[in-house]
């Protein structure tokens, strides 16, 4: 997929996919999208000491990074997975000029399907694989998660990760009590998040861009 890259309100630049209309980020402000919805929302409003942490497209490395960051700023160690299907090459990502960390551009280069351990506090594996048609317990069966960022592409522009199918994969990975976090709350979403088993709330958005968010918690 061809990609451009654009300035968002808040400082920070996304990536815009022509063939999609879409971006990576909300033009509001990607880190500022990304800090409260999957690190705010997410992370500290999950209960898992050691959270594991399935991210459903791993995209530029935002989240990843914002999430090294805050569990080596707390001490909490996390194990983070990554599924994505189209790789960004770490030239593409650097041009974004997210962040002088230099762990960014580690997390680009870290090995595919294979778990490297990052930090002291920091655990990553990464999978080249279809969401749509992905099962954990196929492939890992020790596969499981605390804590979900969904942040596929939308649902009018990939509506084939954002499916029944999809969320019962995701809802059979998550623990008791794990969390699902994603920046769209539209009602369908809601709806169908509710029928796979979730209990789901609305949550104000991030500052300066959407309204609400989504997040859904397993019983």
């Not at 999609?20 to 209960?47: C, N, P």
């Not at 962040?99 to 280069?109: A, F, G, K, T």
């Not at 595919?112 to 990553?124: A, K, S």
């Amino acid at each position: 997929m061809h990609r451009t890259i654009e300035l968002t309100q808040d400082g920070s630049a996304t990536l815009y996919v022509p063939e999609l209309d879409e971006h990576y980020h909300s033009v509001k402000g990607a880190r500022t999208e990304s800090q409260h919805i999957f690190i705010d929302m997410g992370l500290k409003a999950s209960t898992a000491p050691a959270p594991r942490i399935l991210e459903a497209g791993f995209g530029t490395g935002l989240n990843a990074l914002l999430t090294l960051q805050e569990a080596e700023r707390t001490g909490r160690s996390v194990h983070y997975t990554g599924i994505e299907l189209y790789p960004l090459a770490w030239p593409e990502v650097e041009a974004l000029h997210y962040s002088d960390d230099p762990r960014l551009r580690l997390l680009h280069e870290a090995p595919w399907e294979e778990e490297v351990q990052l930090t002291p506090t920091f655990r990553l594996l990464k999978l080249r694989r279809d969401l749509s048609c992905w099962q954990a317990d196929d492939e890992h069966p020790s596969l499981r998660c605390d804590l979900v960022y969904f942040d596929a592409f939308a649902p009018e522009k990939q509506p084939a990760l954002w499916t029944p199918e999809v969320f019962r994969n995701l809802y059979r990975c998550l623990s008791s009590g794990g969390v699902l976090t994603t920046y769209c709350a539209k009602g369908a979403v809601r709806r169908l998040l509710q029928q796979t088993g979730f209990r789901t709330e609305r949550l104000p958005g991030p500052p300066g861009g959407k309204r609400e968010i989504l997040r859904a918690t397993k019983p």
